[in-house]
C-alpha cells in the first residue's frame, strides 16, 4: 500500500479528524512564518519562560529535528479520548463547586496522542520504507510551533479563537506530529473556509476578554493560561479572571461550530483543598491536570472560592490556610483572605 492510501485509511479507522503530510524544505513557502508571528509575535503580553528559551527552535522546525525531511500532521477529536477512571468526585453542594473541561476528566491527551500516532508511525515504516526510518513524536510537550505548522500544512485553518480548525470538528481536536527522515509525498486536507468572519461566537463565549482584539491573543486574560501555566500565587485580576474554573477552560473551543468538545465537570473544591495531597495527586495522575499539579488546583481552587465571597466559602479559605504545609498556598489563601475581608 502506498503512503497516502495508507494515511487515508488509517485516518478513518483511528478516528482522526485531519491528516496532513509536508517536506519539511517546503514549510517556508507555505505561510508559516506569518502563522508563526501571529501567534507568538502578538501574544498580548511577555510569553512564558519556556517559550521564550524555544522561540528559535519553534520558528523554524529543522533546528530541532535537523534530520527529519517530512512532518505528518494529525488532528485528534478530544471526544474519542476515554474517560480517566477514579476522577476527582463531583461536589455535594454548589457552595463548593468548581469546573474543569471535559478534556481534562479524560486520559491525559499528550499520551494517548502517542499512542496514536505511535500505531500510525510504525505502519509509515512499514509500509514506505524498505530499510526502516526515523521519526519523533510530539504533541504540545516539545519546541514546536503546533499550530503555524498546522496552517501551513494543510491540516486546518487557524481560527478566530486562535485554534486550529478542522473542516468537520472545529477546534475540538488536539493537535500532533511525527517528524521522520522518510521523503514523504504531501497531503492536505481539502480547502474550506471557516466559518469566522461575521461569527464572533468564541468572542462573545470568552468571558475573560482573551479574545477582545481580533489579531491579537491577550494571553495575560487567558483562563487556561493562568490557571495551568502562571506560578506562584495570582494577582487579584487573576484571580478574578478564573470564574468558576479550577484549571483550563473551554469557553473558545466548546462554542465552535461544527465541533463537540466534551462537557465540562464540576469537581469539589472543598475535597480538592482538604484531602491529603497524595489522595488528590492519585485522582488526576492519569489527566492532563497532572502536569499542573496539586498546588496550583488547590491555588486556582483558592481563587475560585474567593470569587463567591460567602461566608462558607471564607471559611474554607481559613481553615485550609491554617492547615496547609504549602508557604506559596498558606500566603495566596492569607491574601485573598484580607482583599475579602480588609
Known amino acids: 500500500m502506498d503512503c497516502i492510501n495508507y494515511l487515508i485509511e488509517q485516518k478513518k479507522s483511528l478516528g482522526i479528524a485531519a491528516v496532513a503530510v509536508k517536506r519539511l524544505d517546503q514549510v517556508f513557502c507555505a505561510g508559516f512564518t506569518k502563522d508563526f508571528d501571529l501567534h507568538y509575535g502578538r501574544a498580548g503580553v511577555q510569553l512564558p519562560d519556556y517559550v521564550i528559551r524555544t522561540l528559535k527552535l519553534r520558528r523554524d522546525p529543522l533546528a530541532f529535528f535537523p534530520w527529519a525531511r517530512s512532518v505528518v500532521m494529525a488532528a485528534i477529536p ?177 462554542c465552535c461550530h461544527p465541533g463537540s468538545m466534551p462537557e465540562k465537570i464540576p469537581v469539589d473544591l472543598e475535597w480538592i483543598l482538604m484531602r491529603p495531597a497524595a489522595e488528590v495527586r492519585e485522582c488526576i495522575k492519569d489527566t492532563v491536570i497532572s502536569h499542573t499539579g496539586v498546588t496550583l488546583l488547590r491555588r486556582n481552587a483558592v481563587g475560585v472560592l474567593a470569587n463567591r465571597k460567602s461566608t462558607t466559602q471564607i471559611n474554607l479559605i481559613r481553615e485550609f490556610a491554617s492547615v496547609t504545609s504549602s508557604s506559596m498556598l498558606k500566603t495566596f489563601a492569607e491574601s485573598v483572605l484580607r482583599e475579602i475581608q480588609p
Open 78 to 254: 478530544f471526544s474519542i479520548i476515554p474517560s480517566a477512571k477514579n476522577f476527582m468526585p463531583k461536589p455535594s453542594s454548589s457552595e463548593y463547586s468548581g469546573y474543569v473541561p471535559g478534556y481534562a476528566a479524560r486520559l491525559d491527551y499528550h499520551v494517548f496522542a502517542r499512542d496514536i500516532l505511535g500505531s500510525l508511525a510504525m505502519g509509515l515504516v512499514k509500509n514506505c520504507s524498505a530499510g526502516g526510518a526515523k521519526y519523533e513524536i510530539c504533541s504540545d510537550a516539545s519546541p514546536v510551533a503546533e499550530r503555524a505548522l498546522a496552517a501551513s500544512s494543510g491540516l486546518g485553518r487557524i481560527g478566530r479563537n486562535f485554534c486550529v480548525l478542522t473542516q468537520h470538528h472545529g477546534s475540538a481536536c488536539l493537535i500532533g506530529e511525527i517528524f521522520t527522515d522518510l521523503e514523504l509525498p504531501e497531503l492536505e486536507e481539502p480547502r474550506f473556509k471557516p466559518p469566522c468572519r461575521g461569527c464572533d461566537v468564541c468572542v462573545n463565549a470568552c468571558t475573560s476578554g482573551a479574545l477582545s482584539s481580533p489579531r491579537n491573543f491577550n494571553m495575560a486574560r487567558c483562563r487556561s493560561y493562568i490557571s495551568m501555566e502562571k506560578r506562584g500565587p495570582l494577582s487579584h485580576n487573576e484571580t478574578s479572571i478564573l470564574g468558576s474554573w479550577v484549571f483550563g477552560c473551554d469557553e473558545c473551543t466548546s
